[in-house]
């Protein structure tokens, strides 16, 4: 199977701009979760879908929206883009059934804002 | 609220020398432990998970980790390393039944020596 993919993989954006991020699960995967990877603050949960419905939530912004579309590909938008917002964003998938609670990630967008 | 702390930011190690890398997780419920493995300019990989049942897991290249439910501690460990392991390690955590939100450590680098 081919495994998490995420396009584009580098990306430079302006100062109050927005941008939208694209990810493709596992086949079979239903639920989709989104994180932010920065030096300073690590790896942190954005949200997660799962059968297009967002299931949970981290502690970002609205500025950070999401959604899933019914072949449970994923897309995430940040708008008004700010200089912190420059991180590697990660997408994972997952079977989400029975036992296995296990998420596969991507390899990542780098997204720098200038 | 769930929260992982690992304690050594960076591990240096000489090759075929043992290795101990540490997770302490706190949660009010019960928890699914993960160990993730993170190459340079690449997505994480699963390495190993504790969901229930036999509290010593093991991966397919060598590493081990236990869990210990007293000390609510995860700690990673291999008998002999290689160079090739050389990277950045993440303990996470998520909740029994809360879906797929990780909790991730600040992660610890390993550096394999000659």
């Known amino acids: 199977k081919a495994g998490v993919t995420q396009t584009p993989r580098y990306l430079i954006k302006t100062r109050g701009q927005q941008v939208t991020l694209s990810c493709s699960p596992i086949s079979g995967h239903r639920s989709v979760s989104w994180y932010q990877q920065t030096p300073g603050q690590g790896l942190q949960f954005l949200f997660e879908y799962f059968s297009e419905t967002q299931r949970n939530k981290g502690n970002f912004p609205g500025r950070f929206s999401g959604r899933q579309f019914s072949n449970s590909r994923s897309e995430m938008n940040v708008s008004t883009l700010e200089l912190g917002d420059s991180a590697l964003y990660l997408c994972a998938s997952s079977l989400d059934e029975g036992q296995a609670y296990e998420q596969y990630f991507g390899p990542g967008t780098r997204l720098t804002v200038t | 609220a769930q929260s992982v702390t690992q304690l050594d930011s960076q591990v240096p190690v000489f090759e075929e020398a043992p290795v101990e890398l540490r997770c302490n997780y706190s949660s009010s419920v019960s928890v699914y432990l993960f160990w993730y493995v993170q190459y340079p300019n690449q997505g994480l990989q699963l390495l190993l998970k504790y969901l229930s049942g036999s509290t010593l897991v093991e991966s397919i290249n060598g590493f081990e980790a236990e869990f210990n439910k007293s000390q609510t501690s995860f700690h990673l460990r291999k008998p002999s390393v290689h160079i090739s392991d050389t990277a950045e390690y993440f303990c996470?955590?998520?909740?029994?039944?809360?879906?797929?939100?990780?909790?991730f450590g600040t992660g610890t680098q390993l550096k394999v020596e000659l």
């Open positions: 996470a955590v998520s909740e029994g039944g809360g879906g797929n939100k990780l909790t």
